[in-house]
């Protein structure tokens, strides 16, 4: 009796959260599914009937083309997840392994800029991007990411590499290895699942930056990933809600297939820096 | 060798300083030396007039500098206080629930996290559309209103809203972090109280929460550097408005930058943003610092 009322306000509790964290995603999708040009019909029904595809044939259409920006996305953030790990695993490599002075400090500094606004670095950096003449261009969008995403990375990938066993790399030392070659060929190996939750959040990380994406691409499609030209539909279609709804849906597929793979590695990373004592 | 490894160490920091330096560090020197001179329509500081801290003053002495800044206090004030009471509920939650549920409601307590701050944004302006959208619909069904509110038009309710749209958000991500430090509440002591005959609610005030009180305070100060920080969901709900109602300091910023082009001034209020938020990311940077334990 008490088991089967544990089990019933279990599926209360569920349903309760679920509402809360689901609907306006719910919301979106039945947008989406509404013909084109009845999105303002009352009353409101959980479900449109007819359900029509149309929005979503309009958004891959010509006018949209919602896939290049989901395209630019996936670019951007796999060139900085790829190129933020390598740097920041090289920095915490040093941080963990070796001997150094103001080792404490180099990490302090290294979070320090991880936490500043991004409104105290726009400026300076919309002047450098364009003077490198990488204005809507996607390396315009690459390269401060990287260094954005490095010190999250460099505080999981340093909480990683400190628990890695040290006889492998001492053998690989003792045999003469160059240090490059130990971080690469022995550190690296060992600590792929910590590269991987460290890739995932720094991935889901970058596909969201909007500051920068927004001044960087200055209103052209070149290089609008997924955040701006959601929020440019948005803005120049205020009455197509069911094509935004569909751009949107389109847009978020990535991520959520991403978290729901892998939302124990989400979970366990987010909470390496912040809760080990 | 111990000089060896020291300069190794230098070789392996050295990229990841070069690209924070040039990408970071350099732009936060140069936005200071911006707002120590009179630039508009145009960032050639050394052309310009170099007028000391005449732009730290006009700002300090402006009405939506300090419109702006109460309302990114309240906002953060709300906003961290609604997510941790949501994100503590939620992250208790999965904890408690029969277990086959478990996974499925940390699958769904995520989601939310997931969603770039600027599409949420998106979503949640047709959710507050005053004519068809679903929570005015909701609000008359419930009998809160006798018509839709116009959530976005109306000053009170602009601040609700934009506050509503973030926590959806930062709820998910206290969550997060609170399952993190609840998975380490040993199991046993819980057990030993409950043999006790200690109730559900003594076993959470005395023994759960002291325990994770080093997480509850990481994540208040993590989520506090994120709120006063915040810039999309303003950006892309509100714009700011109704009038400035809703700009915080960073938002605000923006519009120094990008609407009027005043880089000076606009450089200056985004230094004072960055002392306020370095100030409390020192204290948060103390606080997870030591725990790291390294050769």
Known sequence: ?277 | MRQRESTIALVFLAPAFVALGVFLFYPIVQTAIYSLFDLEYSTRWREATFVGLANYGDVLASREFWGSMRFTVLFTVAAVSLEFVLGLGMALATFWVVRPLRGILRAIIVLPWAIPGVIQASMWRWLFNSDVGLLGHLAVALGLADQPPLFLADPTLAVGSVILAYVWKGASMSAIFLMGGLAMVPQHLLDAAKMDGARAWMRLRRITLPLILPTILVTLLFRTLDALRVFDIVYGLTGGGPGTTTDTLSSFAYKFYFTFVQFGRGSAYAIITFLLVTGLSLLYIRRITPHLRFR
């Open chain 1, 1 to 277: 009796m008490r088991r089967s009322l544990h089990t019933l306000a279990s599926l209360v509790v569920t349903a309760v959260v679920a509402l809360f964290c689901l609907l306006p995603l719910y919301w979106v999708l039945v947008t989406s599914l509404k013909r084109p040009g009845t999105e303002f019909r009352l009353p409101l029904r959980a479900w449109p009937a007819p359900v029509s595809w149309e929005s979503y044939l309009t958004v891959l259409g010509p006018d949209f083309r919602i896939q290049h920006a989901i395209l630019n996305s996936l670019l951007v953030s796999a060139a900085v997840t790829a190129g933020a790990l390598f740097l920041a695993g090289l920095a915490a490599y040093a941080i963990a392994r070796l001997r150094f002075r103001y080792k404490v400090q180099s990490l302090t500094l290294i979070q320090m800029a991880g936490m500043a606004p991004a409104i105290v670095v726009i400026a300076p950096t919309f002047v450098l991007i364009r003077s490198l003449g990488l204005l809507s261009s996607l390396p315009g969008l690459i390269l401060p990411n990287i260094a954005y995403s490095i010190p999250l990375s460099t505080w999981l990938l340093a909480a990683y590499f400190a628990n890695l066993p040290f006889d492998l790399e001492d053998a690989a030392k003792t045999d003469g290895w160059p240090p490059f070659q130990v971080f690469l060929r022995v550190i690296l190996p060992l600590a792929a699942p910590g590269l991987f939750s460290a890739g995932v959040l720094v991935f889901l990380g970058s596909w969201g930056e909007f500051m920068l994406a927004l001044t960087i691409s200055m209103g052209l499609p070149e290089a609008q990933t997924v955040p701006v030209a959601i929020l440019g539909f948005s803005q120049a279609f205020q009455l197509q809600w069911a094509w935004v709804s569909a751009g949107i849906v389109l847009s978020l597929l990535p991520v959520i297939v991403l978290v729901l793979l892998f939302q124990k590695t989400v979970i366990q990373g987010l909470t390496a820096g912040a809760v080990r004592y």
